[in-house]
């Protein structure tokens, strides 16, 4: 499982280069459209082919560096001796003078089909497998000029000698077979693209659909689908139909279930759900990268995402029996549609609107309805002990964003010292680590994570979003010692000179608990009131110190004060809550009333700004108790400790 997961990942750098063709060859279409074939649209079209005729050349370099221990130049250099030894000694010519027919044209014609993804993706394998057992090797004084990294490309081409012998004799027996299941499934007509599409989804979690992909959309089993359809050369009426069926979907269906999760998500916990559903909606419809909002749900509430996959099919089936035909060069996106449309081998690609339209509201009301009758846990709608991603405390961050999140995804995976291995693919990390146990679910999801997954083994996913490159190169540099992660994010010493202002609660919106030694945490009280533990708060987050310990107060007056010399940590928009940084680094964060961010700063009134110091007593903001309680809101204003679980706080 490990391996077809890093596989799935490496097959996602070649694919990357797509959208460059995809563009390319769209702009070409719209000039021969409107102004004739001529010089810029040939030059276009030819720029696009170099790239789709290559894309087999690309795979095997491609997978060799995300296949490698380290991505190096020397293990992509690796991948392409590979495969220029494989193709050259397999193509129809050599195989003429090794066959000793007289005619080219008496080779196997599975020996006209070798430059294909599937070599590609072997080759790559190999290279990417010598690299990380040769890199190192020494050799004698007299050879040394050909040890470590130069070593390698020459085993490679050693071993690739012997995959070429390999496939001389099996791969018209592998070919046949592809052949063989490629021609079944277009026996199946409307029916196999349904099936495609279908099993399409369920391999998303695993990350193995990009291989099902290939034999579709590449040149695996004579399909082909996708270059056909980019370079112009498919037959008109079939070629895209393994394609179409997810515009209407990635481009309508998706964000019409973003709307029926937002609408049944908990009031005090709208903003929350808006956040996670508008980003993961826009990122499908407009570039038709799905993840972000799959894995919104796909565990929450996995009998959806069978709805899902399910939905998908059909809309393969259908897309596949109207006449209407579409590809893409990258996904099923707006962006691709548009691209595409002019290209000869689209066929009424309005109707993929008209679809589009019809799966939207398919969409919002299968999941509107399934959330309501099942009380399914979609984003928004967690049980009250589970801290969600964001909350309802968002901040202005001075830190590196992308620093914050790594630190605190380090954290939450149990510390540096448990990742043993760390890369991404378009959407998601993936990680090997010592000992699953110590990954924090919950944690991983405060920091940001739209979800996480353990596929088996030491394997963990994050999903993070299109932005996961650079949370991973943060994470990469923290975890060599080249960028400091912000203390609280990352779980170092409260104790600190120049503490971080609020670095946890600035990033993401929660805080992180640090495994701090136990500490007494002495307070003026910031507001008059009665004094009452966390227990007696009428919400899961601080009653069950999940956010961290403190106390309560049932507030008399109406100002928040200081309770100790401090600099602001956060302030936020709707002035219902304020963030402080004691002199010794303890992180308080004082909450007035429950769920009041939903008053959206009517009756609050913050009299400090984010970085100002503060002494004891200072007024921090204002809050009309009559507003909040007409609002239907408790007054009950907790004040807890961000950074240490095992404080104890004290009113003096």
């Known amino acids: 499982m490990k391996f077809m997961q890093r596989l799935g990942r490496s097959i996602m750098l070649p694919v990357a280069v797509l959208p460059v063709a995809a563009i390319l060859s769209g702009i070409s279409y719209w000039i021969a459209t409107a102004a004739g074939t001529n010089v810029v649209s040939a030059f276009l079209g030819a720029a696009g082919g170099a790239l789709l005729d290559n894309i087999a050349l690309l795979f095997a370099v491609g997978v060799a560096i995300g296949m490698a221990t380290k991505a190096d130049g020397t293990a992509a250099l690796a991948g392409l001796v590979s495969w220029l030894v494989v193709t050259t000694l397999l193509k129809p010519e050599t195989v003429m003078l090794f066959t000793g027919v007289g005619d080219v044209n008496e080779v196997d014609p599975a020996f006209l089909k070798l430059q294909n993804v599937f070599v590609g993706i072997l080759c790559g394998l190999i290279g990417a497998w010598c690299y990380d057992r040769f890199k190192d090797t020494r050799l004698p004084d007299a050879l040394s000029f050909f040890s470590g990294k130069r070593s390698v490309a020459i085993v490679t081409a050693g071993f690739s000698l012997v995959l070429a012998v390999v496939l001389f004799f099996v791969w018209p027996f592998v070919y046949g077979g592809l052949v063989g299941f490629g021609e079944w499934i277009v026996t199946l007509g409307p029916l196999g693209a349904g099936i495609y599409g279908f099993f399409n989804r369920l391999l998303i979690p695993v990350g193995l659909h990009h291989a099902l992909n290939s034999v579709f959309w590449f040149d695996v089993a004579g399909i082909n689908d996708l270059n056909n359809f980019l370079a112009g050369t498919g037959t ?56 972000p909002l799959e894995f919104a749900f796909m565990f929450l509430a996995p009998v959806l995402y069978l709805v899902h996959a399910l939905f998908m099919g059909i809309s393969m089936v259908i897309s596949a029996i109207l006449p209407v035909r579409m590809g893409f060069g990258f996904s099923g996106g707006f962006i691709d549609l548009v691209l595409n449309w002019t290209n000869p081998m689209a066929q009424n690609p309005w109707l993929i609107l008209v679809m589009g339209v019809f799966w939207f509201f398919v969409y919002f009301g299968v999941f509107y309805f399934f959330i309501k009758r099942f009380n399914l846990k979609t984003p928004g709608r967690e049980d009250d002990d589970a801290l969600e991603d964001g909350t309802e405390y968002d901040t202005h961050s001075a830190d590196d964003p992308y620093l914050v999140t790594a630190a605190r995804f380090i954290d939450g995976l149990g510390g540096k010292d448990n990742i043993t291995d760390l890369d991404n693919c378009a959407t998601r990390l993936r990680m090997e680590v010592a000992d699953v146990s110590k990954v924090d679910d919950a944690a991983l999801k405060r920091a940001g994570a739209a979800g996480t997954m353990k596929p088996g083994g030491r394997s963990v996913q994050v999903v993070y979003g299109l932005n996961v490159q650079f949370v991973k190169d943060a994470m990469e540099e923290i975890i060599a010692g080249r960028a400091t992660a912000p203390v609280s994010g990352a779980g170092a010493e409260p104790e600190r000179a120049t503490p971080s202002p609020a670095a946890s609660l600035d990033a993401g919106g929660s805080a992180v608990l640090t495994e701090a030694p136990p500490a007494t945490v002495v307070l003026r009280q910031p507001v008059p009131g009665r004094v009452v533990p966390l227990s007696e708060v009428p919400d899961a987050t601080f009653a069950d110190a999940i956010m961290g310990p403190g106390l309560a107060i049932e507030p008399t007056g109406d100002t928040v004060i200081a309770p100790a010399a401090a600099t602001v940590g956060a302030t936020f928009d709707t002035g219902h809550a304020i963030a402080l940084v004691l002199a010794d680094g303890t992180e308080l964060l004082i909450h007035v009333g429950i769920d009041t961010v939903a008053m959206k700063g009517d009756g609050f009134e913050t009299l400090v700004h984010k970085g100002q110091s503060v002494r004891e007593g200072t007024p921090l903001l204002r809050f009309d108790r009559a507003k909040i309680a007409a609002a239907g809101h408790p007054t009950i204003t907790p004040v807890v400790v961000l950074n240490n679980a095992r404080a104890t706080v004290e009113f003096r």
């Open 236 to 291: 008109y009426g079939v070629t895209g139909q393994y394609m179409t069926g997810f515009f209407p979907v990635m481009m309508f269906g998706l964000p019409g279930a973003a709307l029926a999760m937002y609408l049944t998500a908990k009031t005090t916990r709208k903003k929350l759900a808006y956040g996670i559903l508008l980003s993961g909606a826009f990122a499908s419809f407009f570039v038709g990268v799905t993840e």
